[in-house]
């Protein structure tokens, strides 16, 4: 059937090539050689070598998997330096040798892989931030996501199975348990927690010590609206603000999660039929090594629409820069209305400092300034050690300014004879009382769901468990500041024992798919070690590093160098991945060394002697059933989770949002 369709020349090849298995096909120099190892093997000639050269290049040995009905010594074996003398140690390149066996790889193995890769969930390419630096740009982001994605799979899936758990929590919280009967709160409370499971997919500067007043703003803002009666700490007119920019806070963020999930699911179901249809065909050449390697690529990757499964239910943003622009603003909001409810008396209403840009602006010059004087006094700092140090120095002139945001620091240059009197600089005091309004751009960073960073996002778990005072169907929401103080222990404590669990999880769907790949490998003849195999081990253990070191108690929250770490050995499995790919469609394993792997011999046989004196059938056969498990498995979950969930996060472009009294400023929407 390949040669039939290489002459042909038809421009159906490749759509063709689509719907066919691999063709089985013997390399060119390996069909040579063939002929001049059996002409050793009968003792029909000696092509020149000596007796003893004979018996060092031909194999007698014992073959793993054989039959023992077959006769041995009808077998043609030859040792890996036989190989390399007798058929001069060649290379048999599928492109060159055979592109037809090359094409068909490509069009039934390697392209799917492209299609799975395409449907991950990147971020936009534009351009970054303004004075960001290069490592915080979406190309550098997304090369990073990816590496994360492809080089440690097991990380990665940890990140993105335990957020689901998370937001699984948050959907069972939404039940009426815990509040009063009134529509309007049930209405609220899966507000608060939607948001909450967004917000949870952002990074924090000090993820294990939040800052307080931005924990105690998010708290407020959650669960304020459903405070009610007796429960109300403050003003009973918090709870109406709150509540309306709480169901605003929530119905953008629903507009802004990305859409067609169900298109993306019919792509994975085609994917899943593509998939399967290709390993029926691949049965239909049993025994064959092409094929039979080119089905362990395929189970190798099987954890790739695992993950773009995952990813689906675990949607990003479409925008994450305006998602967190929405959150900054809604939680100065919340703060504001927390410190205007607060007050004794309470003021009146046009004294809360609603968010504008003109105030955001305002702070932001402000905060600009003091950090210019922050660096010019560590600056002048540093030039007084140089001055003790080399005997010359700088002295200041307006020294009863210097920590003032606004000085101007003039520097005269000093003898240094005079050194000991240059002054010390005292830092400026701290602030006795917290400003009226703060930013929190700063204390939150950028978008990591999904397993684009290596870091452990656990602010909803500890959230969740931190809220209600007991388990029970009686429970009373907590005060917001015994809320605060609980999750702040939450976060600076171990992980969550769902993440570990979660974790092993991920690992054991990983290498159950590497070790099935392995499986076929091994056991299709020559059987043992071999090139094949044990690059599917290396994969493993490479992409396994980073998760080992993320397990560790000081890699909760990587820091630079550790990411820089993890990011190395991302780059190696990943790099081992590109290679195994391109190792089968290339053809560079065909060579006297890979074909005898440890055992060290290799043989000629086709795959009908193989399906007929070796047990291939019953490996592949195993290793296509178990490889196929998770994969249906989770997509059977995927759906139930969708189904269940669903209400959390749906909403419409059509949906009016609720009536509302307008007793909140709303211009944060803009």
């Not at 015994?482 to 222990?489: A, D, K, N, P």
Request: one cysteine or more; proline letters at 5%; hydrophobic letters at 45%.
């Amino acid at each position: 059937m390949g040669n039939s369709l290489s002459s042909s020349r038809s421009a159906l090849t490749i759509p063709l090539l689509l719907f066919t298995s691999t063709p089985s096909a013997t390399a060119q120099n390996f069909d040579i050689c063939q002929s001049r190892a059996e002409q050793l093997w009968n003792n029909t000639s000696t092509l020149n070598y000596t007796s003893l050269e004979i018996s060092q290049y031909l194999y007698h040995g014992p073959v793993v998997g054989l039959n023992h009905p077959f006769n041995r010594s009808e077998f043609v074996t030859l040792t890996t330096e036989g190989c390399r003398i007798i058929c001069n140690d060649p290379t048999d390149w599928y492109l060159t040798q055979n592109p037809t066996l090359a094409l068909g790889i490509i069009s039934n193995w390697v392209l799917p892989i492209i299609a799975l890769l395409a449907a991950l969930p990147y971020d936009s390419l534009h351009r970054r931030n303004a004075k960001a630096p290069w490592y915080h740009g979406r190309v550098a982001r997304t090369l990073g996501a990816l590496l994360n994605w492809l080089g440690s799979p097991q990380t990665a899936l940890t990140a993105t199975l335990f957020n689901i758990h998370q937001m699984r929590k948050c959907f069972l919280e939404t039940n009426p348990a815990g509040v009063a009967a009134d529509s309007s709160l049930l209405v609220a409370k899966k507000d608060a927690y939607y948001v909450l499971s967004a917000l949870g997919q952002f990074k924090f500067r000090e993820p294990d010590s939040p800052d307080e007043r931005l924990l105690s703003a998010l708290i407020y803002g959650l669960f304020r609206p459903i405070m009610d009666g007796p429960r109300e700490e403050d003003a009973p007119e918090a709870r109406v603000k709150t509540k309306e920019l709480l169901q605003e806070m929530a119905f953008q963020l629903r507009m802004l999660r990305r859409r067609g999930v169900y298109p993306a699911l019919v792509s994975i179901v085609v994917f899943f039929v593509a998939y399967a249809v290709s390993l029926v065909l691949a049965f239909g050449g049993l025994g064959d090594r092409a094929t039979a390697h080119s089905m362990a690529l395929g189970l190798l990757v099987s954890w790739l629409p695992l993950m773009v499964l995952f990813t689906i239910l675990d949607r990003n943003p479409v925008s994450a820069d305006r998602s967190k622009k929405l959150i900054t603003r809604w939680l100065w909001n919340a703060d504001a209305v927390r410190r205007w409810a607060a007050r004794i008396p309470l003021p009146d209403e046009d004294e809360i400092i609603w968010w504008s840009q003109e105030r955001e602006d305002v702070i932001r010059e402000a905060q600009r300034r003091t950090n210019d004087a922050l660096r010019r006094v560590e600056r002048d700092a540093e030039l007084q050690k140089r001055a003790r140090r080399h005997g010359r120095g700088w002295r200041l002139r307006d020294t009863a300014t210097a920590t003032k945001p606004t000085a101007d620091i003039e520097l005269a240059e000093v003898h240094p004879d005079n050194a000991s009197d240059v002054p010390q600089i005292q830092p400026a005091p701290a602030a006795q009382a917290e400003p009226e309004s703060a930013l929190f751009d700063d204390h939150i960073l950028g978008f990591v769901g999904q397993g684009r960073e290596i870091s452990y996002c656990g602010l909803a778990h500890a959230v969740v468990n931190s809220v209600y005072d007991s388990h029970s169907d009686t429970r009373q929401i907590r005060p917001i500041a015994s809320i605060v103080q609980e999750v702040r222990l939450e976060l600076s404590g171990h992980r969550a024992k769902s993440w570990r669990v979660l974790s092993l999880v991920s690992m054991a769907l990983v290498w159950l798919e590497i070790g099935m790949a392995y499986m076929i490998s091994y056991n299709t003849p020559t059987v043992g070690f071999g090139c094949r195999s044990g690059s599917y081990i290396v994969y493993g253990v490479l992409s396994s590093i980073p998760w080992v070191l993320h397990s560790l108690p000081g890699f909760k929250h990587p820091s630079f160098r550790q990411r820089v770490l993890i990011h190395f050995f991302n780059g190696l499995g990943l790099l081992s991945l590109f290679f195994i790919i391109f190792a089968q469609f290339s053809g560079v394993f065909n060579n006297c060394f890979c074909k005898s792997g440890v055992s060290g011999f290799m043989d000629f046989a086709n795959s009908d002697f193989y399906r007929e004196h070796f047990d291939v059938n019953k490996y592949w056969t195993a290793a296509a059933i178990v490889g196929a498990l998770p994969v249906v498995g989770s997509f059977l979950s995927s759906i139930i989770l969708l189904m269940r969930l669903k209400p959390l996060w749906q909403a419409s472009e059509q949906q009016i949002p609720p009536t509302r009294a307008l007793r909140a400023n709303m211009s944060w929407l803009i």
